[in-house]
Nanobody
Framework: QVQLVESGGGSVQAGGSLRLSCVVSGDISSVRRMGWFRQAPGKEREAVAG????????YVPDSAKGRFTISQDNAKSTVYLQINSMKPEDTGMYYC?????????????????WGQGTQVTVSS
């Protein structure tokens, strides 16, 4: 089992930045993929970044390139999501996810474990 706890969400003005954190605990050695997803009100969940736990290769979908950066600190068992130049459309619940397989990194079904989420609100 893997447990995930997100933090760092809050309310920011457009143009601002946030760094979200996801602390990973439990059977960390089983984790092969980490991802960040967001879900805006009334919209489907979408991936915003992913990272391979072994090697640290990062992936960002085209919709998030240039503003979203994912990173990990293995010593702290923490994965981060840096969001810059924030826009009102970035508003939503942000979830951290962990997967033990090698599925498509932007697909939700790749991940077996999910955090409770952290709310991000961007005002114009």
């Amino acid at each position: 089992q893997v447990q995930l706890v997100e933090s760092g969400g809050g309310s920011v003005q457009a143009g601002g930045s946030l760094r979200l954190s996801c602390v990973v605990s439990g059977d960390i050695s089983s984790v092969r993929r980490m991802g960040w997803f967001r879900q805006a009100p009334g919209k489907e969940r979408e991936a915003v970044a992913g990272i391979e736990s072994d090697g640290g290769m990062t992936y960002v979908p085209d919709s998030a390139k240039g503003r979203f950066t994912i990173s990990q600190d293995n010593a702290k068992s923490t994965v981060y999501l840096q969001i810059n130049s924030m826009k009102p459309e970035d508003t939503g619940m942000y979830y951290c996810a962990a997967g033990s397989g090698y599925g498509f990194i932007f697909r939700g079904s790749t991940y077996q474990y999910w955090g409770q989420g952290t709310q991000v609100t961007v005002s114009s």
